[in-house]
């Protein structure tokens, strides 16, 4: 079981839809426990960034996820702080807990890496946390409302450091819902559960990686939260956040094989007023573009340019959007496959005004 401490706090720290969570202390060990894992499966039950698996045994996985770039999407960083058995994700390595650090240039070039932590340690605070992976010096800071946050790496035996720092401009959401609905349900991405923190908002960095940098005042960032008791069994994920404009949105098309279909997700906000939120497969379509690049992929490369978006929000029109990446994507020995690119998009309402920002794209196939 994850060993769990309450804090000496006397009073509780008043959260979404007016819950009350009192400071907590998580001390995550090294390796998989024995046992089944239960799981907080509403923001009711739990703070919203806090831990959501009773435990982390040889199938179950949760991660924190963290990303900023630049707003003319030629640099950025991103990092996922993982609770995990390795072997879940075709990975040799002795600690079940361990992160993925990417890091995108300017020059077009990018480093990805894999990092192994000892015991993690996650504090809870209102709905928020901060986390420190012990062993790399590398970990999060966020505040109570999820209003900021601040993630740290100090590795100077692999020359990486520096601070990214990210302070919110959009509710906290879950896949359909906004967070101060504390009776929704989180794990509905193909049993997967999903908890926004920060769907979009102003970013700094100053990240140092060898003798290149990831620096900018004016980004965006973005961060979320997942965990589950096995990942969906999909063949291939496009997963995409961005802000352009007056629009905040995210975008998942995952394909199950030729039997099955697909999974969608879309979430499409304009000055903060939510459009479309939906599951219906008939809302979203994404397709990769350029470099000889297939649909549906059939794996890490080709790399595509870029990205395309479509979403129907019915009677609140369409709206398309295009994704151009700056630079490729280093690979990972990560299930079938990760790829990872920021770039810049423009779009809009369909026969309206088009706006210009800047998102990130993946590609994922990490089912093994």
């Avoid at 960083?77 to 390595?93: E, Q």
């Avoid at 193909?190 to 900018?216: L, Y």
């Avoid at 906000?269 to 990769?288: Q, T």
């Amino acid at each position: 079981m994850l060993a769990q401490t309450v804090l000496s706090a006397a009073t509780c720290i008043i959260g979404f839809a007016r819950n009350c969570w009192f400071p907590r202390t998580f001390s995550i060990a090294p390796q998989p426990q024995d046992g089944m894992a239960s799981y907080i499966t509403k923001g009711s039950e739990g703070p919203w960034d806090g831990p959501k698996s009773s435990l982390i045994n040889s199938t179950n996985f949760e991660w924190w996820y963290f990303d900023a770039a630049s707003r003319s999407g030629d640099q950025g960083v991103a990092v996922w702080f993982m609770n995990s058995n390795p072997a879940r994700f075709g990975l040799d390595l002795p600690t079940s807990n361990w992160f993925i650090f990417h890091a995108r240039f300017a020059d077009g070039e990018g480093m990805d890496l894999v990092v192994p932590a000892e015991s993690a340690v996650i504090n809870t605070f209102g709905e928020g946390s901060t986390g420190l992976w012990e062993g790399t010096g590398s970990g999060w800071a966020g505040t109570t409302d999820l209003s900021k946050f601040t993630i740290s790496f100090d590795m100077p035996d692999k020359g990486i450091t520096g601070v990214v720092d990210v302070t919110s401009i959009a509710q906290p959401r879950s896949a359909i819902r906004l967070a101060k609905d504390s009776e929704a349900d989180l794990m509905n991405i193909g049993g997967m559960g999903w908890a926004i923190g920060a769907p979009s908002g102003k970013a700094i960095a100053h990240v140092t990686v060898g003798d290149k940098k990831v620096s900018f005042t004016d980004g965006r960032g973005y961060h979320d939260h997942n965990w589950g008791s096995s990942l969906p069994a999909w063949l291939n994920w496009y997963a995409i956040s961005a802000e352009v404009g007056p629009f905040v949105w995210t975008a998942i098309e995952a394909y199950k094989g030729e039997e099955g279909g697909y999974f969608k997700n879309s979430w499409l906000s304009l000055n903060g007023n939510i459009i479309l939120a939906s599951f219906d497969e008939d809302s979203l379509f994404v397709r990769p573009w350029g470099n000889g690049a297939e649909y549906p992929p059939k794996g890490f490369d080709p790399q595509p340019l870029g990205v395309t978006i479509s979403f129907d929000a019915g009677t609140h029109g369409k709206y398309e959007f295009n994704l151009t990446s700056h630079g490729n994507s280093p690979g990972l020995p990560i299930g079938k496959g990760l790829a990872k690119w920021f770039g810049s998009i423009e779009g809009g309402k369909v026969g309206g005004d088009s706006y210009h920002g800047v998102g990130m794209f993946e590609w994922l196939d990490l089912a093994i």
